[in-house]
């Protein structure tokens, strides 16, 4: 007959099985002297070590990626340096050829002065032999070159004719504008004084008037002052203060209540209540004091009487105590002979010592 797993038992097996790798886990952790001694949390070490690999991984990735841009640079740098080398070579080359083609030394002005195939170049004159070196067109030579230097000096007098003239254009028309210039400055220096004088004057008739509405108000000031003074010095005279009415020191709370700044003292009714009143204020403080003082002397016995009573049960007390302390000893005399007895009698029965055996039993589950 097949053997049919329920799914019943299969769970209950994965339970089993979970519960005793939770338990298995459980006894490394308390057994564990490090942990338990040290309060290690490894979970945490392990996840730091993590957090480091990956910041170092990290930024091992952000140095790559920066020495690949640093390549990338200098590569195109090079590149760069190439080409613009490649198009100095090609621009010297393009003013060398310009040079070969256009600038030749036949083309100058003066090759005529160094030609050295000046002679060959000249159509019917030989030169006779035996006299090598002889110039024979020495002197049209002279003559051209002093008419070219004649040439050249008018020309050079012409310029600085042209250039002088130029000048005193250019230093004409500087005086003219700047001559304009001062016109125009002297009228605005004429429009400012103007408009200063007239704000002087504005200002000047201004000052005047206020200054005289200032005198005015002042004047009326003073009247109004002296005015107020004198009607003030006669309600002064007229009022109550001086003329110490009464019904002034009366305040407006009530008739008990009294003005402080009307106040003029007591009257001799007031004067009599108030000596009534002092006389029976010391009355009746006599009378207190003397209730006081009875209430303190009775106070004072009935202290007495309780410390008396308290002294007396603190000795009941303390002959309680020592009666109790005497019951004591001889009960703790009578326990501690017991107890040897019992000792005694325990080590003569038992004759079966421990071995490893009865202890490796303990402290086998994290329970």
Same mark, same amino acid.
């Given at each position: 007959?097949?053997? &049919?797993?329920?799914?019943?038992?299969?769970?209950?097996?994965?339970?089993?099985?979970? !519960?005793?790798?939770?338990?298995?886990?459980?006894?490394?952790?308390?057994?564990?002297?490090?942990?338990?001694?040290?309060?290690?949390? !490894?979970?945490?070490?392990?996840?730091? %070590?993590?957090?480091?690999?990956?910041?170092?991984?990290?930024?091992?990735?952000?140095?790559?990626?920066?020495?690949?841009?640093?390549?990338?640079?200098?590569?195109?740098?090079? %590149?760069?340096?190439?080409?613009? *080398?490649?198009?100095?070579?090609?621009?010297?080359?393009?003013?060398?050829?310009?040079?070969?083609?256009?600038?030749?030394?036949?083309?100058?002005?003066?090759?005529?002065?160094?030609?050295?195939?000046?002679?060959?170049?000249?159509?019917?004159?030989?030169?006779?032999?035996?006299?090598?070196?002889?110039?024979?067109?020495?002197?049209?030579?002279?003559?051209?070159?002093?008419?070219?230097?004649?040439?050249?000096?008018?020309?050079?007098?012409?310029?600085?004719?042209?250039?002088?003239?130029?000048?005193?254009?250019?230093?004409?028309?500087?005086?003219?504008?700047?001559?304009?210039?001062?016109?125009?400055?002297?009228?605005?220096? *004429?429009?400012?004084?103007?408009?200063?004088?007239?704000?002087?004057?504005?200002?000047?008739? $201004?000052?005047?008037?206020?200054?005289?509405?200032?005198?005015?108000?002042?004047?009326?000031?003073?009247?109004?002052?002296?005015?107020?003074?004198?009607?003030?010095?006669?309600?002064?005279?007229?009022?109550?203060?001086?003329?110490?009415?009464?019904?002034?020191? %009366?305040? &407006?709370?009530?008739?008990?209540?009294?003005?402080?700044?009307?106040?003029?003292?007591?009257?001799?009714?007031?004067?009599?209540?108030?000596?009534?009143?002092?006389?029976?204020?010391?009355?009746?403080? *006599?009378?207190?004091?003397?209730?006081?003082?009875?209430?303190?002397?009775?106070?004072?016995?009935?202290?007495?009487?309780?410390?008396?009573?308290?002294?007396?049960?603190?000795?009941?007390?303390?002959?309680?105590? !020592?009666?109790?302390?005497?019951?004591?000893?001889?009960?703790?005399?009578?326990?501690?002979?017991?107890?040897?007895?019992?000792? !005694?009698? $325990?080590?003569?029965?038992?004759?079966?010592?421990?071995?490893?055996?009865? $202890?490796?039993? $303990?402290?086998?589950?994290?329970?």
């Amino acid at each position: 007959m097949d053997q &049919v797993e329920l799914l019943s038992d299969r769970i209950t097996a994965v339970q089993l099985d979970r !519960k005793r790798n939770r338990e298995l886990q459980r006894r490394e952790r308390i057994f564990n002297d490090k942990v338990r001694t040290m309060g290690l949390d !490894k979970d945490a070490l392990d996840h730091q %070590v993590k957090e480091r690999r990956e910041k170092d991984q990290r930024e091992a990735n952000e140095l790559k990626v920066y020495a690949d841009d640093l390549l990338c640079s200098d590569r195109v740098a090079c %590149v760069l340096e190439q080409r613009q *080398k490649k198009d100095e070579r090609l621009l010297n080359e393009a003013i060398v050829q310009f040079r070969q083609q256009f600038q030749q030394t036949t083309s100058r002005r003066e090759f005529d002065l160094n030609d050295p195939e000046l002679l060959k170049k000249q159509e019917g004159v030989r030169i006779l032999p035996g006299l090598t070196g002889e110039d024979l067109a020495q002197k049209d030579r002279l003559r051209k070159q002093q008419e070219q230097l004649r040439a050249w000096s008018l020309q050079q007098q012409e310029e600085l004719e042209r250039a002088k003239q130029q000048l005193q254009e250019k230093v004409h028309q500087y005086d003219q504008s700047r001559l304009s210039l001062d016109n125009r400055a002297l009228e605005l220096q *004429k429009m400012e004084e103007q408009c200063k004088r007239a704000t002087a004057i504005a200002t000047k008739n $201004f000052n005047l008037a206020l200054a005289a509405e200032i005198t005015h108000r002042r004047l009326q000031e003073h009247h109004e002052e002296e005015e107020n003074n004198q009607t003030d010095i006669l309600n002064q005279l007229n009022g109550d203060l001086l003329m110490e009415n009464p019904e002034q020191n %009366v305040s &407006v709370l009530g008739l008990s209540r009294l003005r402080r700044d009307y106040y003029k003292g007591m009257s001799p009714k007031e004067l009599q209540q108030y000596t009534q009143y002092q006389l029976q204020q010391a009355e009746d403080r *006599k009378s207190a004091v003397m209730k006081q003082r009875e209430k303190e002397l009775q106070e004072h016995h009935e202290h007495m009487a309780s410390s008396r009573a308290a002294l007396l049960l603190e000795r009941q007390q303390a002959r309680f105590n !020592k009666e109790l302390r005497r019951a004591l000893d001889n009960t703790n005399a009578q326990l501690a002979q017991a107890h040897d007895a019992q000792k !005694k009698q $325990f080590e003569d029965l038992s004759t079966n010592i421990p071995d490893e055996r009865y $202890f490796s039993q $303990f402290n086998t589950s994290s329970r």
